[in-house]
């Protein structure tokens, strides 16, 4: 049972255009989500993150988009750059006792940059 | 301010033993959560500790466990190891509700 489903295991964009990375979820008690991105042999950085009340948050060339009627999100990253080439997660938590420090992950994509 | 830290980085181990992981939250950080990694299965969450309490579990197997100490420093622990453990075992430590940051993690071999 995958919540969290990221259906594109990789994207190719050359250098200076847009990327956008998809996410889709099915669980409409999700109520926070989050970008991750990962180098080989590291841990995932966190990258930007929105709240189910929003429906877009900006922070420097990232912008995540939420349609919750879609369950759907977004990651866009403008311009693209070289050293943005690497395995993208995006991720969904929700409030509760019960779901405190829990992540659901999707199985990421591999977002490579041209130059 | 120092990131999440993860010891041993690197780890090989047999069938049958067991093993115990180190990770040292982000000062101020009280909640430490620990996810395994697997080609096939991703990111599994494990369990997260606050205040030296487990507060949620993963659906992982019992020979699965963790602590948490009073300087929120945290250890999980895999007990007879199984072939299909060998992962990249990592701990994330938050402040604000899970907007988690993660340490470098642990590879884990079991031979």
């Known amino acids: 049972d995958q919540q969290v489903k990221q259906n594109s295991p990789s994207l190719s964009v050359q250098e200076g255009r847009i990327s956008i990375l998809n996410c889709d979820y099915t669980n409409s008690m999700f109520d926070y989500f989050l970008w991750y991105k990962k180098y080989p042999a590291e841990g995932p950085t966190f990258l930007i993150s929105i709240s189910s009340i929003k429906d877009k948050n900006e922070d420097g060339r990232f912008t995540v988009f939420l349609n919750k009627s879609a369950k759907h999100l977004s990651l866009h990253i403008v311009p693209s750059q070289p050293g943005d080439s690497a395995v993208y997660f995006c991720?969904?938590?929700?409030?509760?006792?019960?779901?405190?420090?829990?992540?659901?992950f999707g199985q990421g994509t591999t977002l490579q940059v041209k130059p | 301010k120092a990131g999440v830290t993860q010891t041993p980085r690197y780890l090989i181990k047999t069938r049958g033993q067991q093993v115990t992981l180190s990770c040292s939250p982000i000062s101020g950080h009280r909640s430490v959560s620990w996810y395994q990694q697997t080609p096939g299965q991703g990111l599994q969450f494990l369990f997260e500790y606050f205040s030296e309490t487990q507060r949620n579990k993963g659906n992982f197997p019992g020979r699965f466990s963790g602590r948490q100490f009073s300087n929120s420093r945290s250890e999980m622990n895999v007990s007879t190891l199984e072939l299909g453990d060998s992962a990249l075992y990592l701990c994330?430590?938050?402040?604000?509700?899970?907007?988690?940051?993660f340490g470098p993690g642990t590879r884990l071999t079991v031979l």
């Open positions: 991720a969904a938590s929700k409030h509760g006792s019960g779901n405190t420090g829990k992540l659901i």
């Open positions: 994330a430590s938050s402040l604000v509700h899970n907007e988690q940051f």
